[in-house]
């Protein structure tokens, strides 16, 4: 279209660009938004902020035009690499996106234009449709959970198209937020994750949602104790709240828990002193056999702080350990470890382990996170 009107308006030579040059491409698009964001904002009385979280998108569709690029695919110069294909008996062409579009007008010359079928611009006989919507940008919302039944995994868990558990902390508390803020859909995030056989308990694990699309922004309230009265005994959650994207940065942090472990063989009671007297213990992990979707990469893990108790009466050992006797475990973990694998070494992928320095097999009857060790998000309930 500039080409043709160019040429129609006699343009004189010092003003028009070089011979075979085009002028650069101007999207349709951006004329469109200059024009259209003040008629709007004019006849809704709305002022218009291009830093808005709120906005309105248009999507304008013309058929009868769709093809105009065309001509292009015929000439080698212009690189217009797309494939094309014969689909119903109509030419289909795949990979033509608007920066590939621009990127070929670059290549051509205004001749090219004048020779094309498209030149002078054809009478339009149809008019394009229109589509509008509104969207917001994503709304964070933040808090701790407490698991109080086992069987619940962290995200929904599936193995092919086999689920390998009823319940999620995902589904249990972001369906009750889809339905207060009315959102398209949400992300769901926390700080590290327990397995479904494990209990969170203590202060809770930190999680947020990334809300897509919210239509409802002030519908925080109330929204907690619907939480907790629609999933009581199975799960509590604390501190619920907005938060800014920026803050869930901060989403990592170490973990205490307590382990029931039983010891296949005897174990000497010096043995456990050793233990309990170590600090720091370095590990290396490589990805746990029952983890096959994570990368097989061995990582560096700590064990901060360690402690074995009687499981009868929670004392310190006052002799040696029994086969088959059952001890508690008591560790604060570095972020990410994985806390059974370290209790049975998972055929020597975690070195070394608890079986290792005890000089025994151990097994976890069960495990429980107590604390995350993360002051995020801010504390609202007592």
């Known amino acids: 279209m500039i080409v043709y009107l160019k040429n129609e308006t006699k343009e004189s030579p010092s003003k028009s660009p070089q011979k075979n040059e085009l002028p650069e491409p101007l999207e349709v698009k951006e004329v469109l938004k200059y024009l259209l964001k003040h ?3 004019k006849a809704s009385e709305l002022p218009y902020d291009v830093n808005s979280p709120f906005s309105l998108q248009l999507a304008i569709a013309h058929q009868e035009s769709v093809m105009d690029y ?3 695919t015929a ?3 212009s ?4 494939k094309i294909s014969q689909k119903r008996g109509r030419t289909v062409h795949q990979g033509a996106s608007v920066d590939k579009i621009n990127l070929a007008l670059k290549n051509i ?5 004048i020779n094309s079928d498209i030149y002078p611009p054809p009478q339009i006989t149809t008019l394009p449709s229109f589509a509008i919507s509104f969207n917001h940008t994503q709304l964070f919302v933040a808090g701790r959970y407490n698991k109080l039944e ?3 995994s962290n995200s929904k868990w599936f193995v092919g198209s ?3 558990a009823q319940d999620s902390m995902e589904e249990l508390i972001g369906n009750h937020l889809t339905q207060a803020f009315q959102c398209s859909s949400y992300k769901f995030s926390s700080s590290g994750r327990e397995d479904a056989d494990v209990l969170m308990l203590g202060r809770g694990r930190p999680f947020y949602f990334e809300l897509i699309n919210p239509h409802k922004l002030d519908a925080i309230d109330g929204v907690m104790d619907k939480i907790n009265e629609g999933c009581s005994g199975k799960i509590k959650v604390w501190d619920l709240q907005v938060v800014s994207k920026e803050s869930t940065s901060i ?3 170490s973990a205490s828990t307590k382990s029931k472990i039983k010891c296949s063989s005897k174990v000497l009671w010096q043995k456990i002193e050793a233990v309990n007297q170590m600090k720091e213990i370095e590990l290396k992990q490589q990805n746990p056999t029952r983890v096959p979707r994570r990368a097989d990469l061995i990582r560096d893990k700590l064990i901060e702080t360690i402690r074995i108790v009687r499981w009868s009466d929670g004392e310190l050992p006052d002799g040696d350990v029994e086969e088959g006797q059952e001890i508690m475990v008591y560790m604060k973990t570095s972020a990410g470890t994985y806390v059974k694998e370290f209790v049975h070494g998972d055929g020597g992928r975690t070195n070394p382990c608890l079986g290792d320095l005890l000089e025994t097999e151990c097994s976890v009857v069960y495990l429980d996170v107590e604390e995350i060790h993360l002051d995020w998000p801010p504390q609202i309930n007592p």
């Open 150 to 152: 086992r069987g619940i």
């Open 162 to 164: 086999k689920r390998m």
């Open 109 to 113: 010359t205004e001749q090219d234009i």
């Open 75 to 77: 000439l080698p110069h």
């Open 70 to 72: 065309e001509f292009m």
């Open 79 to 82: 690189k217009f690499n797309v």
């Open 39 to 41: 008629a709007f904002s």
């Open 251 to 253: 989403m990592k942090d």
